[in-house]
T-cell receptor, first 113, second 115 residues
Framework: DQQVKQNSPSLSVQEGRISILNCDYTNSMFDYFLWYKKYPAEGPTFLISISSIKDKNEDGRFTVFLNKSAKHLSLHIVPSQPGDSAVYFCAASGKAAGNKLTFGGGTRVLVKP | EPEVTQTPSHQVTQMGQEVILRCVPISNHLYFYWYRQILGQKVEFLVSFYNNEISEKSEIFDDQFSVERPDGSNFTLKIRSTKLEDSAMYFC?????????????FGAGTRLSVL
């Protein structure tokens, strides 16, 4: 199932710099997009989301951008901190209330002090 | 802060045995889900549950799988006769009603090892 794809399996960034994570999707019925962070031995933790009617959503150091025409979203983390080192998953869902999440394969981020 | 609780954290079983994975969703949530992640692969949807019935299930969720909400707090996933390929992390998730959009909150997972 390649409906949601994260093409970069890993990313290394210096503390204080920007981390940019990318995600592409193919299903035009997706209308809600989320980013989750996952530490080892823990479940995915919700980070930030965006509805398809918006192109940007910001929450503190985290900003998600959505480009519907390109079917692309990105997560910006500014400034990156060592505690941000984790696996980040992009996920998407359709319009139904209880709709399932379709996940990307994840990007492992390492923030170097 | 309310959280989704899963037990056990690790379950080891013999092929062909039945296992029950348990979850306590966040108390005011209405939608419940099971996902799994086989090592090295994506997180995959298994089943969603609302109003005491399955609302959607994936191709993975065949007759060997069942879910139940036996009381007001627990949500269980049963695998009747485990196979080697059922070895994975199983995540339970829950969600509020419509107003919360589709923000699902996940438990820490149960690692199932089928020998």
């Amino acid at each position: 199932d390649q409906q949601v794809k994260q093409n970069s399996p890993s990313l290394s960034v210096q503390e204080g710099r920007i981390s940019i994570l990318n995600c592409d999707y193919t299903n035009s019925m997706f209308d809600y997009f989320l980013w989750y962070k996952k530490y080892p031995a823990e479940g995915p933790t919700f980070l930030i989301s965006i509805s398809s009617i918006k192109d940007k959503n910001e929450d503190g150091r985290f900003t998600v951008f959505l480009n519907k025409s390109a079917k692309h979203l990105s997560l910006h983390i500014v400034p990156s901190q060592p505690g941000d080192s984790a696996v980040y998953f992009c996920a998407a869902s359709g319009k139904a209330a209880g709709n399932k999440l379709t996940f990307g394969g994840g990007t492992r981020v390492l923030v170097k002090p | 802060e309310p959280e989704v609780t899963q037990t056990p954290s690790h379950q080891v079983t013999q092929m062909g045995q039945e296992v029950i994975l348990r979850c306590v969703p966040i108390s005011n949530h209405l939608y419940f889900y099971w996902y799994r992640q086989i090592l090295g692969q994506k997180v995959e949807f298994l089943v969603s549950f609302y109003n005491n019935e399955i609302s959607e299930k994936s191709e993975i969720f065949d007759d060997q799988f069942s879910v139940e909400r036996p009381d007001g707090s627990n949500f269980t996933l049963k695998i009747r006769s485990t196979k080697l390929e059922d070895s994975a992390m199983y995540f339970c998730a829950s969600k509020e009603g419509l107003a919360a959009r589709n923000i699902q909150y996940f438990g820490a997972g149960t690692r199932l090892s089928v020998l």
